[in-house]
């Protein structure tokens, strides 16, 4: 069972932030959220992923609420390239190592 | 080399053939896995292989094969396929089975059952 809830689209205008949220309600400690794109007709991408503290990379920015049971990722200046559709991940060695799918976000950049 | 190679890219097949996946990776990555993805849907794990042994069966029927020859190459022999089977298969590495230090998915294999 998927242990995350996203808002199943979202647009965004190019060259704006694109803030999209992740609900994690019942993520347990050893938890870690990951996020990954995917593109159309392309295999899913890693972006990021954290435990507790924010977490920024190149690609994007990862905030976690400090009580853990939400997220959100920031791409800070999207771009066309950026239309896909963003996965919000639980994944701990617990769950025999494996990643809990969302259903994800479908984000749109618009010109 | 940072990619996750998959051949071939598009097939179709007929319900009493026989075809074979093809997944190969240079990471040095331990661990490998196949995925299943029907359209609008995340992907759904199928196997996972860690150290070329096969670790993880999520319950797929025996029309799949699984095989990994060795640590590069993670071959799926299907056989008897269904049309419901049609999806795009995806294959991925991790440096671990943990992974922890993220996936690295290739571009699919996008398999018509007819």
């Known amino acids: 069972d998927a242990k995350t809830t996203q808002p199943p689209s979202m647009d965004c205008a190019e060259g704006r932030a694109a803030n999209l949220p992740c609900n994690h309600s019942?993520?347990?400690?050893?938890?870690?959220v990951y996020w990954y794109r995917q593109i159309h007709s392309q295999g899913p991408q890693y972006i990021i992923h954290?435990?507790?503290?924010?977490e920024t990379n190149e690609m994007a920015s990862l905030i976690i609420t400090e009580d853990r049971k939400s997220s959100t990722l920031i791409l800070p200046h999207a771009t066309l390239r950026d239309t896909a559709v963003y996965y919000c991940?639980?994944?701990?060695?617990?769950?025999?190592?494996?990643?809990?799918w969302g259903l994800g976000t479908s984000l749109a950049v618009n010109p | 080399d940072t990619e996750v190679t998959q051949t071939p890219k598009h097939l179709v097949m007929g319900m009493t053939n026989k075809k074979s996946l093809k997944c190969e990776q240079h990471?040095?990555?331990?661990?490998m896995y196949w995925y299943k993805q029907k359209a609008k849907k995340p992907p759904e794990l199928m196997f996972v292989?860690?150290?070329?042994?096969?670790?993880i069966n999520e319950s797929v029927p025996s029309r799949f094969s699984p095989e990994c020859p060795n640590s590069s190459l993670l071959n799926l022999h299907l056989h008897a396929l269904q049309p419901e089977d049609s999806a795009l298969y995806l294959c991925?590495?991790?440096?671990?089975?943990?992974?922890?230090?993220?996936?690295?998915f290739g571009s699919g294999t996008r398999l018509t059952v007819v």
């Open positions: 991925a590495s991790s440096p671990f089975t943990t992974g922890h230090y993220g996936y690295t």
């Open positions: 991940i639980v994944w701990s060695a617990g769950n025999n190592r494996k990643l809990i």
């Open positions: 019942t993520i347990s400690g050893n938890e870690y």
């Open positions: 954290g435990l507790k503290n924010n």
């Open positions: 990471m040095g990555h331990r661990a």
């Open positions: 292989y860690s150290y070329e042994k096969l670790s």
